[in-house]
């Protein structure tokens, strides 16, 4: 059974750094893309970052310049770097990926990790 687990939330002054990580594990053919959500009370759910899995990346405008996505495909794990953080990204951040499994494609989802920014 295909399984995401993130870690790296954590509790952060604003202008802080913190790297989230999200490995998966599980029996599995391919990863395709990856990426990071996040909620926060209230809102929707929005996309933070995506990569494909030839690394190509895109971000929502509100993070660009601040947080960094990266993947290492041998360990099956996606990363999220973020820097000069705000009390704005507070948020649960969820990470999910496109895996190709024997039976199917489809999403899966980690559990979430909280990240909260203090001014």
């Known amino acids: 059974q295909v399984q995401l687990v993130e870690s790296g939330g954590d509790l952060v002054q604003a202008g802080g750094s913190l790297r989230l990580s999200c490995a998966a594990s599980?029996?599995?053919?391919?990863?395709?893309?990856m990426g990071w959500y996040r909620q926060a009370p209230g809102k929707q759910r929005e996309l933070v970052a995506t990569?494909?899995?030839?690394?190509?990346?895109d971000y929502a405008d509100s993070v660009k310049d601040r947080f960094t996505i990266s993947r290492d495909n041998a360990k099956k794990t996606v990363y999220l770097e973020m820097d000069s953080l705000e009390p704005g990204d507070t948020a649960v951040y969820y990470c999910?990926?496109?895996?190709?499994?024997?039976?199917?494609?489809?999403?899966?989802w980690g559990q979430g990790t909280q990240v909260t920014v203090s001014s």
């Open positions: 599980g029996s599995m053919l391919r990863i395709n893309d």
């Open positions: 990569i494909s899995s030839g690394g190509g990346t």
């Open positions: 999910y990926a496109n895996i190709l499994t024997r039976l199917r494609r489809r999403d899966y």
